[in-house]
């Protein structure tokens, strides 16, 4: 299998010299979900602090003398749900790269583990926004992707992280046949599409 490689400062994925389009890019491109411009930066910078810090806190690495204090609300949530829910789950790697070699599509989740309570691997993703109907196909997309050869259907979690430290957990139903769906949706422009991500690569590399 071809080793997927990211560039996690220009967030692109790559396999050899061809430029792989993320889960999140084929979403948006065929209108699933909305433009990132949709979501204001506030938003979009208050989703990145968090996960960096749900990533510091599982690494026993986060100092809580310099957590900005406009996070607080959506960590204590995350460790409340660690400490609850979250006990489920063991084994977990965070931040996994994802390559589905056979739709042609990365991602990475934010969290995969052993579910013990169904025996199979889990994906869990963490969301500090309101929920959206797009988020399931995301976390569907991000299931596939990890599923081994032979491998039963991994299980598949949202978790909404509030402000206030409180939380909520979702199931998410198998649909791999909608997920392949847009994917097929994409593929009907995928040149075209590809060519916007060479823009952004050879640009991000002038600069």
Known sequence: MSKIQFDE???LYTVGDEIVPSVTFVLRQTGVSP???YYSRQARDRGRAVHEAIRLFDENRLNFATLDPRIEGWLRAYIEWSSGEGERFTRAKNEVVLWNETLRVAGKADKIAVDKFYGP???VEFKSGEPE???ALQ?????VAARKPGEQMLTAYLVYLRKTGK?????VKPAPGRWAAVVSTFNEARA?????LQKIKDEEVEA
């Open 9 to 11: 400062a220009r967030h």
């Open 35 to 37: 433009d990132s411009r």
């Open 121 to 123: 691997r889990a994906v």
């Open 133 to 135: 109907d797009w988020h």
């Open 139 to 143: 976390v569907e997309a991000y299931r």
């Open 167 to 171: 939380y909520s957990m979702r199931a």
């Open 192 to 196: 075209r599409h590809l060519k916007l």
